[in-house]
T-cell receptor, first 112, second 115 residues
C-alpha cells in the first residue's frame, strides 16, 4: 500500500532564510511521480513542484527545489529566500493509479 | 480556463438539514474527485469519477453522503441529513488522464458548518 509521511507538523523560518520540509513515502511501483502542494490561508491547493521518479535530476521551480532520494524513499522540499507569502500548509502527495495519497501536511510560518 | 469552480464557498446549516455542494471541473478533464479536509483527519478522498461514472466510493463515510455526476461539467455531493461532525472543508478536484503525473487541480473548497 502507498503511504506518505510528513513528520513535521509545524515549522517556522525567518524571512529570506532557507527551510526544508521532509516527506517520506512507500510505494511498490517502479516509476511514479511525487508532488508538493501548497495550501495558503485562502484554502486553495496549488501545485508547487513535481518530480518524476526515473529522473535523477532534482526538480527546481524558482525558489523551490526538491531533494529526491529514491533509494531512501525521501522527497524533501527546500524553499530558498523565504517570503511572507510562503506561509501555508504544505502537502506531499504520491499519485498511484487514479488516486493521490497525501501526507498530513506541514504548517510553515515565515516570520518577518 | 476558469479552473475548478465550487459553490457555495461557505455553507452554514442546522443539524438534520440537507446540504448540496456543487462542482464544475475544468473542461476536458475526465476525472473528478471529492475530498474532505478536517484538522483531525487531514485530506480524505471521498469518491472519484471517471467519465462521469463513480469508480471508487469507499471513502464515503456513510449512507448519508451521496455524489452524482450527471454530465462532464457538473457534480454534486449531498449530505442528508447533516450532522455537526460533517463540518469540514470539502474540495473538488479534477484531472486529465493524459497529463504528466495526473496532476489534480483543486477548487477553492466549500467550508461547511453544521450547527
Amino acid at each position: 500500500a502507498q503511504t506518505v509521511t510528513q513528520s513535521q507538523p509545524e515549522m517556522s523560518v525567518q524571512e529570506a532564510e532557507t527551510v526544508t520540509l521532509s516527506c517520506t513515502y512507500d510505494t511498490s511501483e517502479s516509476n511514479y511521480y511525487l508532488f508538493w502542494y501548497k495550501q495558503p490561508p485562502s484554502r486553495q491547493m496549488i501545485l508547487v513542484i513535481r518530480q518524476e521518479a526515473y529522473k535523477q535530476q532534482n526538480a527546481t521551480e524558482n525558489r523551490f527545489s526538491v531533494n529526491f532520494q529514491k533509494a531512501a524513499k525521501s522527497f524533501s522540499l527546500k524553499i530558498s529566500d523565504s517570503q511572507l507569502g510562503d506561509t501555508a500548509m504544505y502537502f506531499c502527495a504520491l499519485p498511484s493509479g487514479n488516486q493521490f495519497y497525501f501526507g498530513t501536511g506541514t504548517s510553515l510560518t515565515v516570520i518577518p | 480556463d476558469a479552473g475548478v469552480i465550487q459553490s457555495p464557498r461557505h455553507e452554514v446549516t442546522e443539524m438534520g438539514q440537507e446540504v448540496t455542494l456543487r462542482c464544475k471541473p475544468i473542461s476536458g478533464h475526465d476525472y473528478l474527485f471529492w475530498y474532505r479536509q478536517t484538522m483531525m483527519r487531514g485530506l480524505e478522498l471521498l469518491i472519484y469519477f471517471n467519465n462521469n461514472v463513480p469508480i471508487d466510493d469507499s471513502g464515503m463515510p456513510e449512507d448519508r453522503f451521496s455524489a452524482k455526476m450527471p454530465n462532464a461539467s457538473f457534480s454534486t455531493l449531498k449530505i442528508q441529513p447533516s450532522e455537526p461532525r460533517d463540518s469540514a472543508v470539502y474540495f473538488c478536484a479534477s484531472s486529465h488522464r493524459a497529463r504528466r503525473g495526473n496532476e489534480q487541480f483543486f477548487g477553492p473548497g466549500t467550508r461547511l458548518t453544521v450547527l
